[in-house]
């Protein structure tokens, strides 16, 4: 019933954020979408649970069958994903790269992912997906873009010292705009910081995609032993 009630609850806290948002019907943006996730993985563990709980409730076998099956059938697809993941390392980075790129490039449309975002540069300590350039990545914090975020990084990229100001990631680079504005200069390198802003002290430079596989391959066996619990 613990598993029905998770389900239930992630179920209906993705179709809040979906209905909330104006696209509960958009599946197409799952892979950066927060509410996306929450919505399919709660129907997928209502379904589930539901058959496990009244077919326990109810003595009923044909549905201790479907709730059996289903499970096995969870179990042996999350050790496939796993054992793809590991023999097409290389091609599961690409693609989540790109993802990365689409979630900075959708930074502000979508509150859910930027929320996430976030998250997950502050905990990871980094920014951007190769280095905090890729920021220009998005039409707001662009350099060539006149708006009060241009030539800056959203906040959680800051120290963590500095977090509490909301501002502290804005105008942090210098750059000519003659030369990155009319050419084919897409993003300002990190020789172009500000003074005194670089080395660390005020941004975190490193990417976040380096940083959080260096994570993953330290915490190996913890990921794995976590994943084949929930599996269990």
């Keep these: 019933i613990l598993f029905w009630l998770m389900g239930t609850f992630l179920l209906v806290v993705g179709l809040w954020s979906k209905t909330e948002k104006g696209n509960l019907m958009d599946f197409n ?5 927060p509410a996306t996730v929450l919505l399919v993985v709660g129907a997928l563990m209502f379904w589930i649970g539901f ?32 054992i793809i993941a590991f023999i097409m390392k290389e091609k599961v980075k690409e693609v989540v790269q790109e993802h990365m790129y689409d979630s900075i490039k959708a930074y502000r449309d979508d509150s859910d992912l930027r929320d996430a975002v976030n998250v997950a540069q502050r905990t990871f300590k ?12 998005n039409a ?8 009060i975020e241009s030539c800056g990084v959203p906040y959680s990229c800051c120290n963590i ?11 942090i680079m210098d750059y000519k705009q003659d030369e990155f504005c009319k050419s084919n200069q897409t993003f300002v390198p990190s020789s172009n910081l500000k003074e005194d802003y670089g080395g660390g002290k005020h941004i975190y430079e490193d990417g976040c995609l380096d940083t959080m596989e260096g994570w993953f391959n330290k915490n190996l066996y913890y990921v794995g032993g976590a994943a084949l619990g929930v599996a269990i």
């Excluded at 943006?29 to 979408?33: E, I, L, N």
């Excluded at 077919?55 to 179990?75: D, P, Y």
């Excluded at 980094?126 to 990545?137: L, R």
């Excluded at 010292?161 to 105008?171: D, H, I």
């Design 140 to 147: 707001y914090f662009k350099c060539c873009n006149e708006g």
């Design 126 to 137: 980094c920014c951007g997906v190769k280095s905090f350039t890729d920021w220009q990545e």
């Design 51 to 82: 058959f496990g709980w009244v077919g326990a409730l109810r003595e009923n076998v044909k549905f201790l069958m479907v709730f059996g099956v289903s499970l096995v059938i969870l179990f042996l697809a999350e050790a496939a994903v796993g």
């Design 161 to 171: 010292t500095l977090q509490v100001n909301l501002f502290c990631g804005v105008n």
């Design 29 to 33: 943006s799952m892979a950066v979408d």
